[in-house]
């Protein structure tokens, strides 16, 4: 970091205080730069500045890597693969504030990219056929699922996520803004931005982890998606604003486990742009709340907003506040009270609940578990320089 140092003499003929040998000393604080590259085996700060982020960076286990409050850290794909990848037993301190955020962003401004920011965790996973441990989907081939819901990879605070969403090496799947693999209880996730990906804003392969004050802007998939048996329960005031691309607000589901992991999440708020249209030709995907594969969880105070029918070809498909994708969903999980939504209050979205075209099977949420009204609030957040791009406010 580099300081400049300024002596001012100031003259007692404009200053009746002062005398001609009175100095002051005033410290201008001038951004650092450098390169970020490789894996990191010892701890390492990045002091207030601005960075290259240069391929597909790691934080092996054992080393701690920190950003300080208003740094900047780029990258370009003209480069090739890029991302920010903490191992299972390594952790990514980030420093941001409300002023200062940290932002992680890339070059040419396109959605998809970068791989984004993936970290690794030894939480308890519940996958498909109930396993518990699985190779990660995202081209970094990593194990993940564990026995420590404690799990700590660290502490993110203000930071925002730009452009994310490509695939690395021959990952089966893009990456997301933000990609949570077995992350546990004890990692702190607060006042977090995606922003424009290619594919989710956030996505969770199970753990324990939680997350509070969250923006998904902007993002082609899904606004915020999990699976494995994800069981977060702490988790608040997630906002999601879907424009020109997008899917569900949420995506939920359990790997077709049967399962009482309950993810409780409290003031939400979902909001669809005019003109928003799914990601992919064919695959129409315009619901608010989508659960499938057995998910569940509690959801509260909800506002939900923009939710419109959309027609492809000659078929109209129906915009739900929820939809459920399965029969086998609707019987174990909707039918046996595992899914929870209440205090929703929602404008210009044009259905409440619904399953897929053709299908063979009827909703009725027990009574209790699905409510609305007009008192919700939905997420509660503070608008400022974390949450502004450019001079969007992102909040809307």
């Known amino acids: 970091m580099k300081k400049i140092v300024l002596s001012l003499i100031l003259l007692s003929t ?27 085996t010892t701890d390492k700060t990045f002091e207030f500045g601005n960075y ?22 780029t990258c370009n794909k003209a ?28 070059a040419s401004g396109i959605p998809g990219s970068w791989g984004g920011i993936i970290m690794y965790g030894d939480a308890p996973i519940h996958g498909a056929g109930g396993l518990t441990s699985l190779m990660s989907e995202d081209g970094n081939v990593q194990q993940y699922g564990g026995n420590n819901p404690l799990h700590n990879g660290g502490s993110l605070k203000y930071v925002r996520v730009e452009y994310a969403g490509s695939k690395l090496a021959d990952g089966t799947k893009e990456n997301n803004g933000f990609t949570f693999y077995s992350c546990g209880s004890g990692t702190i996730l607060d006042h977090l931005v995606s922003y424009k990906g290619a594919d989710d ?8 982890v939680s997350m509070t004050n969250a923006i ?3 993002n082609y998939d899904d606004a915020f998606d999990w699976q494995d048996g994800w069981q977060g329960q702490n988790n608040s005031n997630w906002y999601a604003y879907q424009v020109t691309k997008g899917n569900y607000g949420m995506e939920i589901e359990a790997s077709a486990q049967n399962n009482d992991y309950w993810p409780v999440i409290t003031n939400i708020t979902l909001k669809r742009a005019p003109g928003c249209t799914p990601e992919a030709v064919g695959d129409v995907q315009v619901d608010a709340f989508q659960f499938k594969r057995e998910g569940n969880g509690d959801f ?29 969903t609707n019987t174990n999980q909707v039918n046996g009270s595992k899914i929870k939504l209440t205090n929703i209050t ?29 008192t919700a609030t939905g997420a509660l957040l503070t608008t400022g320089a974390w ?10």
């Open 79 to 106: 480069t090739g693969d890029n991302a920010l990848v903490v191992l299972n037993g390594g952790k990514l301190i980030v420093n941001g504030t409300s002023s200062q955020p940290v932002i992680f962003t890339e």
């Open 387 to 396: 949450a502004t791009v450019g001079s969007v406010n992102l909040i809307q």
């Open 300 to 328: 509260s105070n909800i506002i939900i907003d923009g939710y419109k029918n959309y027609t492809e070809g000659s078929i109209l498909y129906p915009a739900n506040i929820v939809k459920i994708q399965d029969a086998t």
């Open 14 to 40: 404009v200053f009746t205080s002062c005398t001609i040998s009175d100095n002051d000393t005033i410290t201008v604080t001038q951004p650092a730069s450098g390169e970020i590259s490789g894996t990191y």
């Open 201 to 208: 804003g956030f996505e969770f392969f199970g753990g324990t």
């Open 346 to 374: 929602f404008t210009n979205t044009d259905n409440e609940i619904g399953a897929p075209l053709n299908a063979s099977f009827s909703i009725s949420f027990p009574a209790g578990q699905y409510t609305t009204g007009t």
């Open 216 to 218: 998904s802007y902007g």
């Open 52 to 73: 290259t982020l240069k391929g597909i960076v790691k934080v092996a286990p054992g080393a701690t890597l920190t950003f300080e409050a208003g740094s900047t850290i």
